[in-house]
């Protein structure tokens, strides 16, 4: 079953932040959120990681509450080729099959100009 | 580096047909992975391996198998292809676990 719950569907303007909600209230001490996302028909590309501290890289912002029950990706500057369906994963660090991605339907970002 | 590399693209196989999809990685990376996704769906694990020799099940294994004999190769094999399997198939890879690498996919149609 899935630990998180995602919008269907989100809009944002070209140039403007995008804000991506994630709900995991399950959360375990041990696992970490993950966001990948997934352009039309490509395979899916990795984005960012965390586990309790906020995160940056070129990519994005990965935004964790302090009780670790929900995050907020952001994009900073949305572009049309952002327009993707994002996918947020909770799941432990490292090997084995707990280490395995459990894909939901994610949200699907469109970016309009 | 090329990353994960699929073949083929695209196939249609006949109900019945068997097939191998090939996956090769260039990034030495020791785990491998094999998911399908469905039209409007997230991915689903097929078989995923943590090493040459070692494969495991995922969610969805039935009417498909694995084998990995060097670190570079993940094939995946359909028997007796059904209409069920008609999919998109990706093929990932990580290092020990890590943030995976995908490839760009194999379109099967089974009619």
């Known amino acids: 079953d899935a630990k998180t719950t995602q919008p269907t569907s989100m809009d944002c303007a070209e140039g403007r932040a995008a804000n991506l909600p994630c709900n995991h209230s399950t959360i375990s001490g041990n696992e970490y959120v993950y966001w990948y996302r997934q352009i039309h028909s490509q395979g899916p590309q990795y984005i960012i990681h965390?586990?309790?501290n906020n995160e940056t890289n070129e990519m994005a912002s990965l935004i964790i509450t302090e009780d670790r029950k929900s995050s907020t990706l952001i994009l900073p500057h949305a572009t049309l080729r952002d327009t993707a369906v994002y996918y947020c994963?909770?799941?432990?660090?490292?090997?084995?099959?707990?280490?395995?991605?459990?894909f939901g339907k994610g949200t699907k970002l469109s970016v309009k100009p | 580096n090329a990353g994960v590399t699929q073949t083929p693209k695209f196939r249609i196989l006949k109900i019945g047909q068997s097939m191998t999809l090939q996956c090769t990685q260039d990034m030495n990376h020791n785990y491998m992975y094999w998911y399908r996704q469905d039209p409007g769906m997230g991915l689903k694990l097929i078989y995923y391996?943590?090493?040459?020799?070692?494969?495991d099940k995922g969610e969805v294994p039935n009417g498909y198998n694995v084998s990995r004999s060097t670190t570079e190769d993940f094939p995946l094999r359909l028997e007796l292809a059904a209409p069920s399997q008609t999919s998109v198939y990706f093929c990932a890879s990580s290092y020990i676990g890590y943030e995976q690498y995908f490839g760009p996919g194999t379109r099967l149609t089974v009619t």
């Open positions: 994963i909770v799941r432990v660090e490292g090997g084995g099959s707990q280490g395995n991605l459990i």
């Open positions: 965390g586990l309790k």
């Open positions: 391996s943590v090493g040459a020799g070692i494969t």
